[in-house]
C-alpha cells in the first residue's frame, strides 16, 4: 500500500468514526455510564477506610445500589465500614435529598458498602473493545516507538487505565489481547506524536483524548482489526464529538499517516478476504 493509498484508507476511517460520532452515544456508552454513576465518589476520609480494610478493592457500591446493577452480595461477605452523612434539609418541610444545595449535613452514621469481587451476578456493562490479530504490526509498532527513543514498559500499577503516556516513556497494562495492546499503544504513540511540543498548553485534555483516540481508530482499521464502537465510546467518555475531530482533522490525519507508514501497512496486513 503505497503513501497515496493508506491517506486514502485513513480518511476513509475518520470519515466513518465521525459519522459515528454523529449518531450520538452507542448503547453500549449509555449503559456504561448508567452504571458508573451507582458508584459514589468517596471522600478522602472514606477512600482511607476502603483501602485499610480491603486494598484490592477496585469498584465498591452498597447492598442495594449492588442489587440495581444485577448483582448480589455473596454470602457471608462483611462490609467495608465507611461513615455516611445524616443529611437534613434546611426547610424541614422539604423532601430530604442528600445532593441538593438546599440540605445540610449534621453528623455522620456507619454504613457498609462492598467491593465488586464480594458479588456476584450480571457483568458490568465496559465500553467497546477491539478485537482482532495485529500479526507483525505490533512489534513494528513497538520498533518505531524504540526508535523514536520513547522507553516502553509495562505496569500493573497503572490500572485501571490501560496506557499512560508521560513524555518519553509509555507504561502499558499488562494482560491485554493483543488487539486491545495494539490500540492502547497506538493511542498512547499519538499522545508522545501530538501532545509533547507547544499543542500540549494549548489543547484540552477533551482535545488531545479525542485526537489520540481517533489516530488509534485510523492505525486499527486501517491494519483490518475489528473496532467496534470503541473509540466512538472512549471519545464519548471525555466529551469529544464530532465537530472537536473536525477541527483536528489536520492533525490526526497526519499521524496516523505516519504512523501507518512507519510500521509498513501494506496490503499484507489486511484480513483474508
Same mark, same amino acid.
Given at each position: 500500500m503505497n503513501s497515496e493509498n493508506i491517506k486514502k484508507v485513513a480518511n476513509q476511517a475518520i470519515e466513518?468514526?465521525?459519522?459515528?460520532?454523529?449518531?450520538?452515544?452507542?448503547?453500549?456508552?449509555? &449503559? %456504561?455510564?448508567?452504571?458508573?454513576?451507582r458508584f459514589h465518589r468517596y471522600s478522602l476520609r472514606n477512600v482511607m477506610l476502603i483501602a485499610s480494610q480491603k486494598p484490592t478493592a477496585?469498584?465498591? !457500591?452498597?447492598?442495594?445500589?449492588? $442489587?440495581? /446493577?444485577?448483582?448480589?452480595?455473596?454470602?457471608?461477605?462483611?462490609?467495608?465500614?465507611?461513615?455516611?452523612?445524616?443529611?437534613?434539609?434546611?426547610?424541614?418541610?422539604? &423532601? &430530604?435529598?442528600?445532593? =441538593?444545595?438546599?440540605?445540610?449535613?449534621?453528623?455522620?452514621? !456507619? !454504613?457498609?458498602?462492598?467491593?465488586?469481587?464480594q458479588t456476584d451476578g450480571q457483568p458490568l456493562p465496559e465500553i467497546g473493545g477491539v478485537n482482532g490479530d495485529p500479526r507483525e504490526c505490533r512489534d513494528r509498532l513497538g520498533k518505531f516507538v524504540a526508535d523514536h527513543g520513547v522507553a516502553l514498559e %509495562?505496569?500493573? =500499577?497503572?490500572?485501571?487505565?490501560?496506557?499512560t503516556s508521560e513524555g518519553g516513556k509509555i507504561t502499558l497494562l499488562?494482560? &491485554?489481547?493483543? @488487539?486491545?495492546?495494539? !490500540?492502547?499503544?497506538? $493511542?498512547?504513540?499519538?499522545?508522545?506524536?501530538?501532545?509533547? =511540543?507547544?499543542?500540549?498548553?494549548?489543547?484540552?485534555?477533551?482535545?488531545r483524548e479525542t485526537e489520540a483516540e481517533a489516530v488509534a481508530f485510523v492505525v486499527c482499521s486501517a491494519i483490518g482489526l475489528e473496532t467496534g464502537s470503541a473509540a466512538q465510546d472512549y471519545?464519548? /467518555? %471525555?466529551?469529544?464529538? @464530532?465537530?472537536?475531530?473536525?477541527?483536528?482533522?489536520?492533525?490526526?490525519?497526519r499521524t496516523a499517516t505516519q504512523i501507518l507508514n512507519a510500521i509498513g501497512a501494506d496490503d499484507s496486513s489486511a484480513p483474508p478476504a
Open positions: 466513518q468514526l465521525i459519522t459515528a460520532l454523529n449518531e450520538g452515544r452507542s448503547e453500549t456508552l449509555t &449503559q %456504561y455510564l448508567a452504571a458508573i454513576g477496585t469498584h465498591v !457500591a452498597g447492598f442495594h445500589a449492588w $442489587h440495581k /446493577l444485577g448483582r448480589f452480595v455473596k454470602k457471608g461477605e462483611e462490609g467495608i465500614l465507611i461513615l455516611a452523612p445524616i443529611v437534613r434539609r434546611k426547610n424541614e418541610n422539604e &423532601q &430530604q435529598n442528600e445532593t =441538593d444545595e438546599s440540605s445540610t449535613a449534621v453528623g455522620f452514621r !456507619a !454504613a457498609y458498602v462492598f467491593d465488586i469481587a %509495562y505496569s500493573g =500499577d497503572i490500572a485501571p487505565a490501560r496506557g499488562p494482560g &491485554q489481547s493483543p @488487539a486491545e495492546e495494539f !490500540a492502547t499503544l497506538a $493511542h498512547e504513540v499519538a499522545h508522545e506524536m501530538m501532545h509533547r =511540543d507547544e499543542r500540549r498548553s494549548s489543547t484540552t485534555k477533551r482535545v471519545i464519548g /467518555l %471525555y466529551g469529544g464529538d @464530532a465537530k472537536l475531530l473536525g477541527e483536528s482533522l489536520e492533525y490526526v490525519q
